[in-house]
């Protein structure tokens, strides 16, 4: 059974399934852990996923749909790709270190 995308819920806890996994990451520890916990084993091999990524990060960053596309693809036009076949525990490249950069900022852009 695939789980459904984090919420954002009222109050800024993120819930998969009704239950509380935790508040949106506030740190770039806080976001590796996340990334690794939560959104790659839903992206990983289905380019599918990777939409349901972008709407995940639309709620949580409280952006707009266009913002979090464009965080995606900010290094990269080919990021849905990237995201979709590539593995956070086989290392990555810059592109994906700088998606994580990008992510974060506009986390933290919408926490403001």
Request: aromatic share 8%; proline share 5%; no cysteine.
């Amino acid at each position: 059974m695939q789980e459904s995308a984090p919420k954002n819920e009222k109050g800024g806890m993120l819930k998969r399934d009704g239950v509380v996994i935790g508040t949106p990451p506030k740190s770039k520890e806080e976001l590796d852990a996340f990334l690794h916990t939560w959104i790659e084993p839903t992206w990983r091999g289905n380019p599918d996923n990777v939409e349901e990524g972008v709407m995940w990060l639309k709620e949580v960053a409280k952006i707009s749909y266009a913002e979090a596309l464009a965080t995606l693809h900010a290094r990269n036009p080919r990021m849905y790709e990237q995201l979709a076949f590539s593995t956070w525990g086989n290392g990555y490249g810059e592109t994906m270190k700088q998606f994580e950069t990008d992510l974060l900022e506009a986390l933290q852009k919408a926490a403001i």
